[in-house]
């Protein structure tokens, strides 16, 4: 354990080192100056000046595209922090007792990966994609407060210093250690913990949530104000409906958060009882907590809902089935997430006809969510489906997200829930949902727009072999965590005691998870080298409709941009004459001509 923790802080020092090489290397892939017309062909109203070089430009930049690429890049190395984290705890796992990481350290590590996937990886990666693409889609020059779009960010990596601050100072301050109260939280235990490093990752998420905030009302001023003449309601790209719906459940969610975690620094520093006993007691923060905890599942699986809703037909061969039903269910999902909090709280001995009641929604929630696994399916039914890396993606979602929607509802059922409840069930269908389905919609999202942002294509068999990889690793990890949590294993430990159940059991399911992770790993691993080096050397996109998309009239606005961007960087380069795709008309989203 003594040679981890300092190796965990060098790995995270060379990751810095490698974004940094990266950054420099991309300096001059875009040039400031839009194409004429702006992002969909509007009249810009102010000048534009060249774009520094180097790193100077990446730290000042207000490019929303700019912007978006460092969302994503951050939003990859907490996934490495992470992913790092879990190879270790895994590991451990392999054997019934801790022999490898020591119960305090293991613990540590679980806070940490949990925080780290939730809240610098999850929000980030999405926000990567909305600020990229959302202006693009519905015709936006830029985000409608674009300096506050780059405040939102540069908060991001300070929030991420103090959040695994513990953890890095730990082998080199001897009072400090990384927090070891799970992603949760539950006070007394967070209370009575004498260790700064609870303090600074408390600050921390507060500052993660304020940039989430910043973030979602960006996203809803850019939306409401910024959207093209030819981009109404009922046209608006279901991508921008689900981040419009998640921006709003940030806004009602995210400072009800900050709120408890002030609480809960005043309870540790300063004496107050918000969560003693002899005050609100500790249920008073579980309340707080899953109010905005649940909500938070659907913050981050609405956009990933919404890019499936979006990139699946286009490689279906015809328009989403049940785009208006696909719509309401987005908004449904919106609302009902705050009506389920308690169905976390089964076990804790609240009113049996309050709890109840709390069964009933979360039952009735699974519906708007069925309503959109079933129009997905349907959209593939009879399509000419293409199985491209994009398409493997969303077909993988889908059948991951079944898989953690069912187990969700067997345990909001409260017969069952008090069964499973804090069992490695419980972790199966959160991860079904997070990895399974989360990250494989932003998977597909980066492959689908590859040509897009980089102007090159990927390397076809690498992503494949992504796909199946991540596809076997995802289900080698978590199928088995749910038959561990029938078979009673409890989460949070760091080793489990052979007296309870037959040895082989516990022991070989761990095993096979842990050789899931390792495969997972892999496929993250092809995955990076197959983005930076079709980034730099792969080859050049020809077409400004590279998935041929209009044969299907299904080209949307941000591949007219990239064809505008494209004629107008072959016509400075050739020193030929404007185009006509610049002087201010715009293509057809559907690749039709104009009357």
Known sequence: ?????????????????????????????????????????????????????????????????????????????????????????????????????????????????????????????????????????????????????????????????????????????????????????????????????????????????????????????????????????????????????????????????????????????????????????????????????HPEVYILVLPPMGLVSLILPRFSGRKLFGFKFVVYSTLALGVLSFGVWAHHMFATGIDPRIRASFMAVSIAIALPSAVKVFNWITTMWNGRVRLTAPMLFCVGFVANFIVGGVTGVFEAAIPVDLVLHDTYHVVAHFHYVIMGAIAFAVFAAVYYWFPLYTGRMYQRTLAKAHFWLSMVGTNVTFFPMILLGYGGMPRRYAGYDLTVGPVSYFANLHQIATVGVYLLALGQLIFVWNVVQSWLEGPEVEDGDPWDLADDGLLTHEWAWFERKRETALAATDGGETTAADDGEKPLPDGGERE
């Open 1 to 293: 354990m003594a040679t981890v923790r300092p190796a965990l802080t060098v790995l995270m020092g060379l990751l810095l080192l490698g974004v940094g090489w990266w950054l420099t290397r991309i300096e001059d892939w875009q040039s400031y100056t839009p194409a004429v017309g702006g992002a969909a062909g509007h009249e810009s109203g102010h000048g534009t000046a060249e774009k520094p070089s180097g790193i100077v430009r990446w730290l000042t930049t207000v490019d929303h595209k700019d912007v978006g690429i460092l969302y994503g890049t951050f939003g990859l190395l907490s996934f490495a922090w992470g992913g790092v984290a879990v190879l270790l705890m895994r590991t451990e796992l392999v054997t019934p007792p801790v022999d490898l990481l020591g119960a305090t350290f293991y613990n540590a590590l679980m806070t940490t990966h949990g925080i780290t996937m939730l809240f610098l990886f999850g929000t980030p990666i999405l926000a990567a994609v909305s600020n990229y693409l959302i202006p693009l889609l519905i015709g936006a020059d830029d985000m409608a407060f674009p300096r506050i779009n780059a405040i939102a960010f540069w908060l991001l990596p300070i929030a991420a210093l103090l959040i695994w601050g513990g953890v890095l100072l730990e082998p080199f301050v001897g009072d400090i250690s990384g927090a070891q109260t799970a992603w949760t939280m539950y006070p007394p235990l967070s209370v009575e913990q004498a260790n700064p490093g609870i303090d600074l990752m408390l600050l921390g998420l507060h500052l993660s949530g304020v940039s989430a905030t910043m973030g979602a009302i960006n996203f809803i001023a850019t939306i409401f104000t910024q959207r093209d003449e030819d981009v109404s309601w009922a046209t608006l790209d279901l991508f921008s409906w689900t981040v419009l719906v998640q921006s709003g459940q940030i806004l009602f969610s995210f400072p009800l958060l900050g709120s408890a975690l002030v609480m809960l620094l005043l309870d540790r520093n300063f004496g107050t009882q918000f969560f003693a006993q002899a005050g609100g007691g500790p249920l008073l923060w579980q309340h707080l907590f899953w109010f905005f905890g």
